[in-house]
């Protein structure tokens, strides 16, 4: 089910300044910048390797996001995992009884297919599941 490790989501009270300082301390630039309304986040995703780290800012408090950042602050905000098809991954949760987000797949940043799984179905850390392509 799992193909690999896709990115790593980070909350950021401001999305300019860790940019920036992702930029100037690691050493690496920016690959893609979107804003997903529907989700209510500002993304800036930086590639490393195969995968990537993926910078959220939200666009306001009672987005998802912002409601992460006033209840926890910011840091590691969730895991996602590249799967060949995000359907049959979730339809393969549910039966297994684990808790989603999602019950059905969703579009994410540049143009991949997404669902995520709650927490509590997965030791804690929120995970996400993208499909590319």
């Known amino acids: ?15 300019e300044a860790a940019t920036e300082r992702y930029r100037r301390t690691l050493g690496i630039e920016p690959s893609h910048r979107e804003r997903i309304e529907d989700q209510g986040v500002d993304e ?17 408090p009672d987005t998802p996001v912002g409601t992460f950042l006033g209840t926890r602050g910011p ?9 060949d098809d995000v359907a049959a991954s979730l339809e393969r ?5 684990v808790r989603l987000v999602d019950p059905v797949p969703r579009r994410g940043s540049r143009g991949t ?7 509590g179905g997965m030791d804690g850390v929120l995970v996400e599941l993208v499909q590319t392509g």
């Open 113 to 119: 297919t997404i669902a995520f799984v709650h927490p």
């Open 44 to 60: 800036v995703l930086f590639d490393v390797g195969d995968s990537s780290i993926q910078l959220l800012g939200a666009l306001g």
């Open 93 to 97: 949760l549910h039966e297994e009884g």
């Open 75 to 83: 840091g590691l905000h969730h895991v996602a995992y590249a799967v």
């Open 1 to 15: 089910m799992i193909l690999g490790l896709h990115h790593v989501g980070i909350a950021v009270e401001d999305l």
